[in-house]
């Protein structure tokens, strides 16, 4: 069984056990921007793919916006060999984060106004934040993750869904996931929620991001989720 997550910090868990988010952070782990090797080995994806007994396939970056988690899955599930045997989880993100082309190389920016950007792209960055409209986002990234849901279920991939932090509670038009999103409607049921609800700090006040317990807990909770739900085989459960 392959077990696929994709995200942003929360999945790459950033912080979990270094305070580093990339894995060229600290010089030694690696030259690219994938999660340091010390805090995806703590990660919520690596327990659930060990107690699903799964191969981990992780597609998180941190700082990553929903048009890269979106790319890099369908790019994934393009190539992917056995979608039968897959479990699709994603962590999705805050709505108004945006992927930028520029030159061959993608650029992650949010609201913050605070991001890094090549000087070709410091007054699109500019205007971006002047004219951030958050609502009209949270509508566009509600109806793409529709579709990809739609898209899976029509291809029979089993997925789940949830939110990172932001939610669609307030759509009016709520469509019905099924058993394929944790909770999009529910600000209770995200994943900061439901750990700062459960006794969880963040690592530090300005990253919100959690530690190993945390990402442990988030694992354990989303497998008890998978096994009310019957998202997986028995016998993939078996070994656990």
Not at 146 to 156: C, G, I, P, Q
Not at 160 to 183: A, E, Q, R, V
């Amino acid at each position: 069984m392959i077990l696929y997550a994709n995200g942003c910090s929360h999945t790459a868990a950033a912080e979990a056990v270094v305070p580093d988010a990339f894995a060229n952070d600290d010089g030694c782990s690696g030259i690219d921007r994938r999660p340091h090797p010390l805090n995806l080995a703590a990660s919520w994806c690596t327990k659930l793919a060990e107690q699903l007994n799964a191969n981990l396939v992780c597609d998180a970056e941190s700082g990553s916006s929903n048009d890269r988690i979106l790319r890099t899955t369908q790019q994934w599930l393009d190539t992917a060999i056995d979608l039968a045997d897959t479990l699709v989880v994603i962590q999705w993100t805050t709505w108004e984060r945006e992927e930028w082309l520029h030159n061959g190389t993608y650029y992650q920016v949010n609201a913050s106004g605070v991001d890094w950007v090549p000087k070709d792209l410091q007054l699109r960055y500019k205007q971006y934040i002047d004219n951030h409209n958050y609502w009209a986002k949270t509508q566009e990234w509600y109806k793409k993750i529709w579709d990809l849901h739609v898209e899976l279920a029509d291809r029979k991939v089993t997925h789940l869904f949830y939110n990172g932090w932001s939610t669609f509670s307030d759509i009016p038009d709520k469509k019905d996931f099924g058993k394929n999103y944790l909770g999009p409607y529910d600000r209770d049921l995200s994943y900061n929620s439901v750990l700062v609800n459960n006794g969880f700090e963040w690592v530090s006040p300005n990253s919100y991001h959690f530690d190993a317990k945390g990402h442990c807990f988030w694992a354990n909770y989303v497998l008890q989720y998978i096994k009310q739900h019957n998202l997986v085989t028995t016998h993939a459960l078996s070994t656990n």
